[in-house]
Nanobody, 122 residues
Framework: QVQLVESGGGLVQAGDSLTLSCAASEHTFITVHMGWFRQVPGKEREFVARMTWIGGSTTYADSVKGRFTISRDNAENTVYLQMNSLKSADTAVYYC???????????????WGPGTQVTVSS
């Protein structure tokens, strides 16, 4: 079973930077993509950024383009989210998401981390 372990959340001031990381416990699975979502109380979980493992293609939500950068360490099966110029609107619980499969013939499944809180004070 794949487990995702997130770290790096915390309390920062507006304009500060923060880097989140997420490591997948299973190294024998094939990673299709890893990424980040975020959620505030009372709202649906929203997409933030994603990176494909083959090719390294990236996708960002419009709200974070130009401020957030997603990157990966293939060998460590780890994805990072560098967040710059943070705003109070970025305050949320950030969840790591990974699409992984046990073999090249199997169907990828989504896996989620437990979430890490990011609070930006204005």
């Amino acid at each position: 079973q794949v487990q995702l372990v997130e770290s790096g959340g915390g309390l920062v001031q507006a304009g500060d930077s923060l880097t989140l990381s997420c490591a997948a416990s299973e190294h024998t699975f094939i990673t299709v993509h890893m990424g980040w979502f975020r959620q505030v109380p009372g709202k649906e979980r929203e997409f933030v950024a994603r990176m494909t493992w083959i090719g390294g293609s990236t996708t960002y939500a419009d709200s974070v383009k130009g401020r957030f950068t997603i990157s990966r360490d293939n060998a460590e099966n780890t994805v990072y989210l560098q967040m710059n110029s943070l705003k109070s609107a970025d305050t949320a619980v950030y969840y790591c998401e990974a699409s992984m499969k046990s073999s090249k013939f199997s169907v990828p499944k989504p896996y989620w981390g437990p979430g890490t809180q990011v609070t930006v004070s204005s």
